[in-house]
């Protein structure tokens, strides 16, 4: 479906199926009036998918270069024809390096889970203690919007298109939503986006028009808008009107307000009947994230791997079609029979032990070589040639480590070479998650605003529990995100056993932390047991700093882990300027944990005899080395 300007008299948009000359680029965003503002809105996206074809033809052609499906235009571009063209049959043989590197690089990629962290600086325990709760917030709608499962189809989408793009957005329940967007999906002027930086970002989709009536048909002007608007399809074939469902074009733009203090941004949605969303936008940044695979010099949109490789894709498929169509007409065994030969074609058979009576010639079979090995040759080093350029090689793509490699250390340093190849891909699949974290927060904090509280489930080791947004005065702006994966380890366990033992035998970490570094699914029970006292007075020493609630220790807990752990938070919050109130309990605590040690050293002490004067001192046996594979057998 097309858009334009309807006639004046009747004050309305509708679709057509051609573009008319007339349409033209406004900047809808200073129109005063709101119906006034919808219809130069549709004109606007309008104008510029008309100008911008380039983009769906070439988003079309990547995506079938992937996956050998089409991509279709919301607005009007029938790229279905795309497929009436005469192209290499479908039996023929593939080898399909794009999506062999790309699901190679989402598979590496997307193993890391980036946690974005809130950090203070030089700040008290409060804003410490905010920046813990917002750690767990944000980490808490990562896993209730499904962000690193989303992050994943985004990375696809910017190693097949160029860029990848996630819409931060409220839901119906008030609650924060993300979704994948397509790139068919925005428009950007080209002028705006020369530098990557522009300005105003439109979105054209098609909307189920019983979801619009519940999302957008709050008033009955809406409504009967909702209920009027043209029914829309993917594209002007004529097999997308045969459907079942009833879809709306609806078109939403963003203008980013000029300024700090500047009052001039502004929101609308609108469909063919007019405006359905129109409110003002002081926002500094659109709310999208998104992900770029390779920048260009100028504009917006990035370059994708499946255009840098798609030369060498299309003389692969050529020379694969030429090996095979060679191989069924050469590569076949033929008999060569003189004519004046007495042979019955009946003696060519695959018998066992027949006998071929003839007279003259004997016949004679043969197989001719049906390629040349330059073919084969060249064949190789095409793909070769395409995980090289692309940074991803064949063993990775296949899931095989070299020949060779089977220490820990061996492969960790094989690992390290490969993942330096991708480290600006993985920088940016971090920030993104950084942005997210921004996204996420800004929108929560407007939505508390509105309802009066915003809550998610953070899920834990011991099971989930129910966080809420630290009120909106006072998150402020000084908090600064910095993103760390998951897990900076190997990922195969000879790897990562080995970094653990040289980690445990410098003394960085203890047998316990390298127990759970381990992280093996077998070690499950065994490190909850292990770290089940250490959890435990971390929980009780957590419950004084945050609300006060005081748990006084005994005899079941690891008195001097908990003697140590009270020193160090005594240390830690005293000098950021903890409450007396709840200082005076960790020092309680701490005196607590005194008394308990008394008392079992006292119960432990031998009854006897005192030593007579003059007599030696007993001297306690001193105890064998511990023998582990972790710890160094080397004498304190």
């Not at 680029?25 to 006034?36: G, I, V």
């Not at 927060?441 to 630290?470: C, F, H, M, R």
């Not at 760390?484 to 653990?500: E, I, M």
Request: aromatic share 8%.
């Amino acid at each position: 479906m097309k858009i334009k300007n309807a006639p004046p008299a009747k004050s309305q948009v509708t679709f057509r199926t051609k573009m008319e000359d007339s349409l033209t680029l406004a900047q809808w965003w200073n129109e005063p009036d709101q119906e006034s503002r919808a219809k130069q809105l549709l004109t606007t996206a309008a104008y510029l998918k008309e100008a911008q074809g380039y983009r769906y033809r070439q988003a079309a052609i990547y995506a079938r270069l992937y996956g050998n499906q089409n991509l279709y235009s919301f607005i009007g571009n029938n790229l279905s024809k795309l497929d009436q063209n005469a192209g290499l049959p479908m039996d023929r043989p593939t080898f399909n390096l794009i999506q062999s590197v790309v699901d190679t690089l989402v598979s590496r990629i997307s193993q890391s889970r980036p946690q974005p962290v809130f950090l203070t600086d030089n700040s008290d325990y409060k804003q410490r203690n905010l920046a813990k709760k917002l750690n767990h917030f944000i980490l808490g709608e990562f896993h209730q919007t499904k962000a690193y499962e989303l992050a994943a189809i985004v990375l696809r989408d910017a190693l097949v298109e160029g860029t990848g793009i996630l819409h931060t957005f409220e839901t119906p329940d008030k609650k924060v939503g993300l979704e994948r967007v397509l790139l068919t999906e925005l428009l950007i002027d080209p002028s705006e986006g020369m530098y990557g930086d522009p300005r105003r970002i439109y979105r054209v989709k098609l909307v189920d028009r019983d979801v619009l009536m519940a999302n957008l048909g709050q008033t009955k002007k809406d409504k009967t808008k909702i209920e009027s608007a043209a029914k829309a399809y993917p594209d002007n074939s004529s097999d997308a009107s045969k459907t079942v469902s009833d879809m709306v074009l609806v078109v939403e733009g963003w203008s980013l307000p000029s300024g700090k203090d500047a009052n001039d941004g502004r929101h609308t949605i609108a469909c063919s009947e007019g405006s359905l969303l129109d409110e003002p936008y002081n926002k500094p940044r659109f709310p999208f994230t998104f992900l770029h695979y390779s920048n260009r010099l100028l504009g917006f949109w990035s370059q994708g791997l499946a255009e840098q490789l798609m030369g060498t894709q299309m003389e692969l498929n050529s020379l694969l079609w030429t090996i095979s169509r060679s191989i069924k007409l050469m590569g076949v065994p033929r008999v060569f029979q003189d004519e004046g030969s007495k042979v019955t074609s009946a003696s060519h058979n695959n018998e066992i032990g027949v006998i071929v009576k003839y007279r003259g010639v004997k016949p004679e079979y043969m197989v001719t070589q049906s390629n040349a090995p330059d073919l084969y040759a060249e064949r190789d080093k095409l793909i070769a040639y395409g995980y090289q350029q692309s940074g991803v090689s064949a063993l990775q793509a296949s899931s095989q480590k070299p020949q060779g490699l089977d220490s820990g250390e061996a492969i960790r340093t094989y690992d390290d070479i490969a993942t330096d190849r991708f480290a600006s891909l993985a920088r940016k699949y971090d920030n993104m998650f950084v942005d997210l974290a921004y996204q996420i927060v800004d929108l929560a904090k407007d939505i508390a605003e509105e309802t009066g509280s915003y809550q998610t489930v953070y899920p834990n080791k011991n099971g989930t529990k129910e966080i809420d947004l630290p009120k909106a005065g006072l998150i402020k702006d000084t908090f600064v995100i910095q993103c760390f994966t998951q897990s900076s380890l190997p990922k195969d366990p000879a790897g990562r056993l080995q970094k653990v033992t040289e980690m445990i035998q410098a003394g960085m970490v203890t047998i316990q932390e390298g127990r759970r570094l381990l992280d093996y699914p077998d070690l499950d029970q065994v490190e909850k047991l292990a770290n089940a006292s250490e959890e435990r007075i971390f929980q009780i020493l957590d419950d004084i700093v945050e609300t006060g609630a005081y748990t006084p220790p005994d005899p079941f807990m690891d008195l001097a882990k908990a003697q140590e752990l009270t020193v160090q938070y005594v240390n830690l919050y005293g000098q950021a300027k903890l409450e007396e109130s709840k200082m005076q309990k960790l020092r309680d605590f701490f005196t607590q944990v005194q008394a308990l040690k008394s008392q079992a050293a006292a119960a432990m002490a031998p009854a006897g005899p005192v030593n007579a004067p003059g007599s030696p001192t007993p001297q306690a046996t001193a105890q064998p080395l511990p023998q582990s594979p972790l710890v160094p057998n080397v004498q304190q």
